[in-house]
């Protein structure tokens, strides 16, 4: 079995099992509890946080743990806006849902009015028209991703900051994608919010953290006890800090040669296919190396018969992948970052997404599975 779909999910290392596996069965306490069995777990936590902060240039106390992107993007944006009763946010279409549908439901309920910066047919953003709209309206929370699950496409951040800088906007990205595989510098990129989710970067599900810098003071997102210093109510997910903390490190430490090593199979299934597949094309950015996530590629083939089929085709060979094509019908909404690209809705769209455990021989089985189905389809 291939699984090229690590955009979605990545397998768990086993360094990070390991690392986790003692906070399941030896170390059990609660992390608020005073005896020596919670402190033990307190402790714990608290080392975990100051891995994470550290990676990222940024004080232990500027880290909250989340049950994963999706809350930790809630909390940025939702307890921005309420904290300092901002009237207006400007993202793009291009956003991730956790990021999209958060700030629509906000617009929905009278909190802000929304607007989206403009992009070209590739998702590039148009930054003078951001500046443009932060020019013209109060001050504004921007929220826009590091990096586009879908494409790959790579936002530059950095130029976003300074743009927020220059309006007095609170600038939030939604690093998910970008967390493990890129280093993150917060004494650089002077961002008010950043987040990651462990699971992205071969650590466990239903865990990450938000970033958030300690000049903007928000309220807790989650009521309820007083962890997280009151600024997140629940029992930790202790095991799950653990392996996030212990994923984050060894992405970090084994970084370069991971990158390499995954642009090198990326730049491999470009070749491929283009050499196999007449009319094959990429979305966004994506075939771009200096524009687009090494770990992404997001594939445009030509119509045929068989597009309303390519995933189940490549299932049935044991591939994994995931795909969204632009919309075909009323009934089928399709990919909303490949409809807002206006991409032909009649051309079949697979995003292959690549990790550290994928091979060279995998890659050549899945071009060749591919091309071999649309060799089928009669001309
Ligand atoms: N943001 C982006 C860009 C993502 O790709 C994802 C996950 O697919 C999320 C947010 C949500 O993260 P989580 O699955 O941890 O809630």
Same mark, same amino acid.
């Given at each position: ?37 919670? #402190?033990?777990?307190r402790s714990a936590i608290e080392k975990s946080r100051k891995t994470i902060a550290t990676l990222i240039n940024v004080a232990p106390a500027e880290i909250f743990f989340t049950s994963g992107g999706t809350e930790a993007d809630n909390m940025a944006i ?13 993202? @793009? #279409? ?33 930054? *003078? ?18 990096? *586009? ?33 890129? #280093? ?59 392996? $996030? ?18 642009? *090198? $199979?990326?730049? #491999? ?22 524009? @687009? ?6 594939? @445009? ?79």
């Amino acid at each position: 079995m291939v699984y090229l779909d690590n955009a979605a999910t990545t397998p768990l290392d086993k360094e990070v099992f390991d690392a986790m596996v003692p906070y399941m069965l030896e170390y059990f306490g609660n992390p608020s509890s005073i005896h020596a069995h919670g #402190r033990q777990v307190r402790s714990a936590i608290e080392k975990s946080r100051k891995t994470i902060a550290t990676l990222i240039n940024v004080a232990p106390a500027e880290i909250f743990f989340t049950s994963g992107g999706t809350e930790a993007d809630n909390m940025a944006i939702c307890s921005t806006v309420r904290a300092l009763g901002l009237k207006h946010a400007v993202t @793009s #279409r291009l956003e991730h849902h956790a990021v999209l549908h958060t700030l629509e439901s906000l617009e929905k309920s009278g909190e802000i009015q929304l607007r989206y910066v403009a992009h070209d047919e590739r998702g590039n953003l148009d930054l *003078n028209h951001l500046e443009e709209l932060l020019a013209t309206q109060e001050q504004t929370l921007v929220s826009i991703m590091h990096a *586009n699950n879908e494409i790959g496409n790579l936002n530059d951040i950095q130029a976003i900051s300074e743009i927020c800088a220059k309006y007095n906007a609170i600038q939030h990205s939604d690093t998910v994608q970008t967390m493990g595989h890129y #280093r993150h510098d917060l004494q650089k990129l002077k961002a008010h919010f950043i987040v990651g989710s462990a699971h992205k970067f071969h650590g466990p599900k239903g865990v990450g953290f938000i970033y958030t810098n300690g000049a903007v003071k928000i309220p807790p997102l989650i009521h309820g006890g007083s962890q997280e210093r009151n600024m997140r109510g629940g029992t930790e997910n202790v095991y799950g800090i653990i392996g $996030l903390a212990k994923a984050l490190e060894i992405a970090y430490r084994d970084m370069d040669a991971h990158q390499q090593h995954i642009q *090198n $199979l990326k730049n #491999r299934m470009i070749s491929r296919l283009t050499e196999q597949i007449p009319g094959v094309e990429f979305n966004g950015n994506s075939a771009m190396a200096d524009k @687009s996530l090494y770990t992404v590629l997001n594939v @445009s083939l030509p119509p045929s018969e068989i597009t309303e089929m390519l995933l189940f085709n490549l299932d049935i060979n044991k591939i994994s992948a995931s795909g969204g094509s632009a919309c075909t019908s009323g009934a089928n909404a399709g990919s909303h970052v490949l409809n807002a690209l206006n991409c032909d809705p009649d051309r079949g769209a697979i995003r292959f997404s690549f990790s550290k455990y994928n091979t060279p021989d995998e890659i050549d089985y899945v071009a060749e599975k591919l091309a071999g189905l649309y060799a089928k389809v009669p001309a």
